[in-house]
Protein backbone atom coordinates (compact mmCIF):
# COMPACT_ATOMS: atom_id res chain seq x y z
CA UNK A 1 0.00 0.00 0.00
CA UNK A 2 1.18 3.27 -0.89
CA UNK A 3 0.95 6.03 1.96
CA UNK A 4 1.91 9.89 2.42
CA UNK A 5 3.64 10.35 5.62
CA UNK A 6 2.10 13.15 7.58
CA UNK A 7 5.34 13.29 10.26
CA UNK A 8 8.61 11.62 10.62
CA UNK A 9 8.59 8.27 10.73
CA UNK A 10 11.79 6.94 11.75
CA UNK A 11 13.60 3.93 9.43
CA UNK A 12 10.46 5.28 6.71
CA UNK A 13 10.83 8.56 5.48
CA UNK A 14 10.13 12.00 6.09
CA UNK A 15 6.99 14.49 6.03
CA UNK A 16 5.46 14.21 2.78
CA UNK A 17 7.83 11.29 1.20
CA UNK A 18 5.32 9.09 -0.41
CA UNK A 19 6.32 5.29 0.71
CA UNK A 20 5.10 1.66 0.49
CA UNK A 21 4.25 -0.46 3.14
CA UNK A 22 2.55 -3.36 4.03
CA UNK A 23 -0.82 -3.34 4.21
CA UNK A 24 -1.25 -4.38 8.19
CA UNK A 25 1.60 -1.61 9.21
CA UNK A 26 -0.57 0.87 7.51
CA UNK A 27 -3.59 0.23 9.22
CA UNK A 28 -2.20 -1.04 12.81
CA UNK A 29 0.56 1.62 13.00
CA UNK A 30 0.84 4.57 10.78
CA UNK A 31 -3.32 5.80 10.58
CA UNK A 32 -3.82 5.41 14.24
CA UNK A 33 -1.59 7.41 14.94
CA UNK A 34 -2.15 9.80 12.26
CA UNK A 35 1.62 9.59 11.11
CA UNK A 36 0.30 8.75 7.56
CA UNK A 37 -2.62 9.26 4.98
CA UNK A 38 -3.38 6.56 2.23
CA UNK A 39 -1.75 7.95 -1.49
CA UNK A 40 -4.66 8.75 -3.32
CA UNK A 41 -4.43 12.03 -6.25
CA UNK A 42 -6.47 14.38 -4.00
CA UNK A 43 -3.99 13.40 -0.87
CA UNK A 44 -1.11 14.54 -3.44
CA UNK A 45 -3.22 17.56 -4.43
CA UNK A 46 -3.43 18.27 -0.73
CA UNK A 47 0.11 17.67 -0.22
CA UNK A 48 1.78 19.53 -2.58
CA UNK A 49 -0.49 22.61 -2.10
CA UNK A 50 -0.90 23.32 1.66
CA UNK A 51 1.21 20.68 3.72
CA UNK A 52 4.09 20.87 1.83
CA UNK A 53 4.59 24.77 2.86
CA UNK A 54 2.94 23.97 6.42
CA UNK A 55 5.44 21.22 7.16
CA UNK A 56 8.68 23.10 6.15
CA UNK A 57 7.60 25.85 8.15
CA UNK A 58 6.47 23.42 11.17
CA UNK A 59 9.73 21.52 10.63
CA UNK A 60 12.19 25.04 10.83
CA UNK A 61 9.83 26.04 14.00
CA UNK A 62 10.68 22.92 15.73
CA UNK A 63 14.45 22.81 14.71
CA UNK A 64 14.77 26.53 15.85
CA UNK A 65 13.10 25.05 19.25
CA UNK A 66 15.35 21.79 19.68
CA UNK A 67 18.54 24.43 18.78
CA UNK A 68 17.71 26.67 21.57
CA UNK A 69 16.76 24.28 23.92
CA UNK A 70 20.19 22.39 23.67
CA UNK A 71 22.06 25.39 23.50
CA UNK A 72 20.01 26.37 27.04
CA UNK A 73 21.06 23.26 28.32
CA UNK A 74 24.49 22.66 28.13
CA UNK A 75 26.29 19.75 28.91
CA UNK A 76 24.23 17.08 30.50
CA UNK A 77 25.46 14.85 33.04
CA UNK A 78 22.97 12.74 35.43
CA UNK A 79 24.04 10.11 37.70
CA UNK A 80 21.97 6.87 39.01
CA UNK A 81 23.29 4.36 42.06
CA UNK A 82 22.78 0.71 41.13
CA UNK A 83 23.21 -2.43 43.32
CA UNK A 84 25.53 -4.44 42.58
CA UNK A 85 27.17 -7.92 43.66
CA UNK A 86 30.25 -9.03 45.14
CA UNK A 87 31.48 -9.98 41.71
CA UNK A 88 30.88 -6.55 40.13
CA UNK A 89 27.34 -7.19 38.42
CA UNK A 90 24.56 -4.95 38.67
CA UNK A 91 20.84 -5.88 39.66
CA UNK A 92 18.70 -4.56 37.06
CA UNK A 93 19.74 -2.32 34.14
CA UNK A 94 18.73 1.53 33.29
CA UNK A 95 16.45 2.16 30.74
CA UNK A 96 15.52 5.02 28.73
CA UNK A 97 12.53 5.45 30.60
CA UNK A 98 15.13 5.67 34.06
CA UNK A 99 17.17 8.28 32.19
CA UNK A 100 14.38 10.33 31.17
CA UNK A 101 12.77 10.39 35.13
CA UNK A 102 16.82 11.06 36.12
CA UNK A 103 17.42 14.16 33.60
CA UNK A 104 13.76 15.36 35.10
CA UNK A 105 14.73 14.93 38.54
CA UNK A 106 18.31 15.87 38.49
CA UNK A 107 17.94 18.96 35.68
CA UNK A 108 14.72 19.68 35.61
CA UNK A 109 14.40 19.22 31.88
CA UNK A 110 11.45 17.17 30.66
CA UNK A 111 12.35 14.49 27.68
CA UNK A 112 9.83 12.36 26.33
CA UNK A 113 12.08 8.52 26.64
CA UNK A 114 11.21 7.91 22.42
CA UNK A 115 13.89 10.36 22.14
CA UNK A 116 16.32 9.02 24.03
CA UNK A 117 18.60 6.81 21.82
CA UNK A 118 19.30 3.75 23.52
CA UNK A 119 19.82 0.44 21.50
CA UNK A 120 19.85 -1.86 24.87
CA UNK A 121 19.35 -0.59 28.48
CA UNK A 122 22.85 0.18 30.46
CA UNK A 123 23.70 -3.44 32.35
CA UNK A 124 27.91 -2.23 33.61
CA UNK A 125 28.85 0.15 35.90
CA UNK A 126 30.60 3.64 34.78
CA UNK A 127 29.71 6.16 32.36
CA UNK A 128 27.40 5.66 29.38
CA UNK A 129 26.99 7.91 26.42
CA UNK A 130 23.05 8.11 25.29
CA UNK A 131 22.05 10.28 22.37
CA UNK A 132 19.14 12.35 22.25
CA UNK A 133 17.27 12.86 19.40
CA UNK A 134 15.17 16.15 19.54
CA UNK A 135 14.65 16.86 15.86
CA UNK A 136 15.50 14.69 12.73
CA UNK A 137 18.93 17.11 12.39
CA UNK A 138 19.25 18.19 16.18
CA UNK A 139 21.39 16.16 18.12
CA UNK A 140 22.98 15.60 22.16
CA UNK A 141 24.87 13.34 23.85
CA UNK A 142 23.44 12.58 27.85
CA UNK A 143 26.20 11.18 29.91
CA UNK A 144 25.08 8.76 32.28
CA UNK A 145 27.63 8.11 34.88
CA UNK A 146 26.18 4.60 36.70
CA UNK A 147 27.52 4.19 40.79
CA UNK A 148 27.98 1.07 42.65
CA UNK A 149 26.18 0.48 45.77
CA UNK A 150 27.52 -2.66 47.67
CA UNK A 151 24.73 -5.04 48.83
CA UNK A 152 24.59 -3.32 52.47
CA UNK A 153 21.81 -6.90 53.07
CA UNK A 154 24.73 -9.05 52.32
CA UNK A 155 26.69 -7.18 55.13
CA UNK A 156 23.29 -7.64 57.43
CA UNK A 157 23.04 -10.86 56.32
CA UNK A 158 26.37 -12.36 56.99
CA UNK A 159 26.31 -10.48 60.57
CA UNK A 160 22.61 -12.28 60.92
CA UNK A 161 23.93 -15.76 60.02
CA UNK A 162 26.98 -15.18 62.60
CA UNK A 163 24.37 -13.99 65.33
CA UNK A 164 22.23 -16.43 64.06
CA UNK A 165 24.50 -19.52 64.53
CA UNK A 166 25.46 -18.35 67.97
CA UNK A 167 22.25 -18.20 69.55
CA UNK A 168 21.01 -21.59 67.71
CA UNK A 169 24.75 -22.76 69.23
CA UNK A 170 23.23 -21.52 72.87
CA UNK A 171 19.92 -22.75 71.99
CA UNK A 172 21.26 -26.43 71.67
CA UNK A 173 23.39 -26.05 74.92
CA UNK A 174 20.19 -24.51 76.94
CA UNK A 175 17.92 -27.82 76.67
Do not use: C
Not at 13 to 25: N, S
Not at 80 to 104: H, N, P, Q, W, Y
Amino acid sequence: MRVILKQDVERLGKAGDIVTVKDGYARNFLFPRGLAMIDTPANQKTLQHVFKRSWKIKDEKQRKIAMKAISEWGHIEVSVKMRVGEDGKMFGAVTSSDIAELVKEQRGIEIDRRKLLLEEPIRSIGTHQVHLKLHSDVHTIIHVNVVPILEENEELSKEQDSSTSESSSDNSEEI
